[in-house]
């Protein structure tokens, strides 16, 4: 039994409001929903920042041809199934060197391969890991650029991607450029349908982290008496997922129990969307400037460079 899963699983759901870290979605299962997630037409972010992703390459190689900056070492955070990082390396062709870090070992190494096939001249790293925790990675001599695409960014609370942006500047060195995917703030109307699409994949998205809890913490949850829900909370900025109990009912994992009042919740996911300047603030509160921004149409979306 993996004991840190386990300790964060029980120490969520002793909470008031009961809660898991959504890190833990991505097992093997999760990260395949995941990828379905991403083909759903409800689900804009991946295809909007997947669309914008040639451009911002485009223009990054003029921008790294002027100051100079002849080899790049582009390092990944939570790079999942390396769909994004393609479109990049198509362009930016002073990227000698690729490092992959993602907590979905198996799912990472399958994709890296193809990669590898793909970018024949290209340096692979793969580094299995939590990246929301500081980490110590090799540097090169080339200058390191961070890619942590997708709005990830958004899974952290505000303060803790202050954290992960101090962190990411320590793992990154002195010199060193960040590229960002951010989900901006927009009308719920097109949010909530993003979270709760109509054939249900982001529902078994949600409902896997249960069936991973009964497998590998010998839990007892009945995924017909829990429902998954997705509501924008406005006044946070933030995509709010849960999972609501159907029923009174007890659940007990590796020998605990639980118990849930009919209507009680799981939080399981917070996706918080940030206006450009918003985001370019918490940048710069940890220690990186803002060096350009990119916007999809309607500015549903944004892609920033930071520097430090
Ligand atoms: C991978 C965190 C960017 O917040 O949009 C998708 C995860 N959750 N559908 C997001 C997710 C439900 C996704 N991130």
């Not at 979605?25 to 992703?53: K, N, V, W």
């Not at 911002?56 to 790079?79: D, I, N, T």
Request: net charge negative; charged share 25%; proline share 5%.
């Amino acid at each position: 039994m993996d004991h840190v899963f386990l300790q964060d699983v029980l120490a969520g759901l002793r909470l008031p409001q009961k809660a898991l870290p959504p890190k833990y979605f991505y097992d093997q299962q999760g990260s395949a929903y995941f990828d379905q997630i991403c083909q759903l037409d409800e689900y804009y972010p991946y295809r909007t920042e997947l669309g914008l992703l040639p451009e911002v390459a485009r223009e990054l190689k003029h921008y790294f041809e002027r100051a100079s900056v002849s080899s790049l070492q582009l390092v990944e955070f939570g790079a999942g199934s390396l769909h994004k990082v393609k479109p990049v390396l198509e362009e930016l062709s002073m990227v000698d060197e690729f490092v992959a870090l993602d907590i979905s070992g198996e799912h990472l190494k399958e994709a890296s391969s193809d990669l590898a096939e793909a970018f024949p001249q290209l340096t692979i790293k793969v580094v299995q890991g939590d990246f929301t925790q500081p980490m110590q990675m090799e540097l090169s001599s080339a200058t390191p650029m961070g890619f942590f695409p997708g709005s990830t960014i958004g899974n952290f609370e505000p303060e803790e991607a202050v954290e992960f942006l101090r962190n990411a500047g320590t793992t990154l060195g002195e010199e060193s450029y960040l590229l960002l995917g951010v989900d901006t703030k927009k009308d719920r109307a097109i949010l909530e349908p993003a979270y709760n699409d109509s054939k249900g994949v982001t529902a078994l998205f949600n409902k896997n982290i249960l069936t991973r809890i009964n497998r590998e913490l010998d839990g007892n949850f009945d995924l017909d008496q829990f429902e998954h829900t997705a509501i924008y909370n406005q006044q946070l900025g933030r995509i709010e997922m849960h999972l609501r109990s159907l029923t009174k009912q007890e659940v007990s994992i590796a020998g605990e129990r639980f118990q849930f009042a009919e209507g009680e919740t799981i939080h399981t996911e917070n996706s918080y969307k940030y206006h450009p300047e918003e985001f370019e603030r918490l940048a710069s509160r940890a220690g990186w400037s803002p060096e350009s921004v990119w916007l999809a149409a309607d500015g549903i979306f944004a892609i920033m460079l930071l520097r430090r």
